[in-house]
């Protein structure tokens, strides 16, 4: 079986990036007036910088194997499936509260279908630009006419300036749609979060957007037990078979960042199983 692992930053690389000026890439910024979290900015941004210069299958960690007995086999259960399916899949597991990050298939691209709508519009809220309707359709509808009239009224400035301070490739932010890892998806996520967790009108606006997204495995399986923020991402069109999905998972004490893409557009029964199973993943990793 393929290995599992988790992130463990080791304290000189936080150390080696502090001798570039401002801030580390992939640091997100603890808000100032933020809704109680359970969350260490401080462990996560390490965490984050490491993963920022990731450029190949090279997590050093844990396994599978070393999750409680129950959470191992969930995960297992929920990966045998795909694979007798033919299904491809990446995902990334960080517990906020701790910073530990478990991850598969870390750098495997994959076509990101709408998922990438969710950074796009919160970097047009970060620069300063005004709620819009159009923001909502996209966010929380997935209207793909609605995200292209933010891309014409707006274009991708922001965003670029968005995946940067992520510590992502700013390529991503060239096109609408495009290919990016379950990794470069969750620096994107993780950059979010502190927006996604101010108080203030225009962060409710965000929040209310991304609450209970259509068609979102993340939110199917934990709403109602949890809070949650999530945007997930598909298509079914010739080669183009994806089903993608993201988001903050706010589980009490233990907040956690959850994305997973995969190959399993038309089969999203399977996605929701995975989904599942890094619930499991999440809790054991506590």
């Excluded at 809704?35 to 401080?42: K, M, Q, V």
């Excluded at 990016?180 to 225009?202: A, I, N, R």
């Excluded at 809070?227 to 907040?255: E, F």
């Excluded at 996605?271 to 619930?279: C, E, G, I, Q, S």
């Amino acid at each position: 079986m393929r290995r599992h692992a988790a992130i463990w930053l080791m304290g000189a690389l936080a150390a080696a990036a502090l001798f570039f000026a401002g801030p580390l890439r992939g640091q997100a910024a603890e808000p100032k007036n933020a809704l109680p979290n359970g969350i260490s900015y401080a462990a996560c941004d390490q965490v984050m910088a490491a993963a920022s210069q990731i450029r190949e299958e090279q997590f050093l960690g844990v396994s599978s194997g070393d999750l409680p007995a129950d959470a191992r086999a969930s995960l297992e259960k929920a990966e045998a499936a795909l694979t007798a399916q033919g299904i491809k899949y990446s995902y990334c597991v960080l517990n906020l509260d701790t910073g530990r990050l478990m991850s598969k298939n870390t750098i495997t691209r994959f076509y990101s279908a709408s998922c990438t709508k969710a950074p796009f519009i919160v970097s047009l809220l970060e620069s300063g630009y005004r709620p819009t309707n159009d923001m909502y359709l996209a966010g929380h509808y997935s209207d793909n006419d609605a995200y292209l009239r933010l891309w014409n009224v707006f274009g991708n400035d922001s965003y670029k300036t968005f995946c940067k301070d992520a510590g992502v490739r700013e390529g991503i932010a060239a096109k609408r749609y495009t290919n990016l890892t379950s990794l470069e998806l969750l620096q994107l996520w993780y950059h979010m979060t502190p927006f996604l967790l101010e108080e203030g009108d225009v962060s409710e606006f965000a929040r209310g957007t991304f609450a209970d997204g259509a068609c979102s495995a993340v939110n199917d399986i934990f709403d109602g037990a949890c809070t949650v923020y999530s945007k997930a991402g598909w298509i079914s069109d010739g080669s183009l078979q994806v089903y993608n999905a993201a988001g903050l998972v706010l589980d009490g004490d233990h907040p956690f960042l959850v994305c997973l893409m995969t190959t399993a557009a038309g089969k999203e029964e399977s996605a929701m199983d995975l989904a599942l199973a890094l619930f499991a993943v999440h809790e054991g990793m506590e």
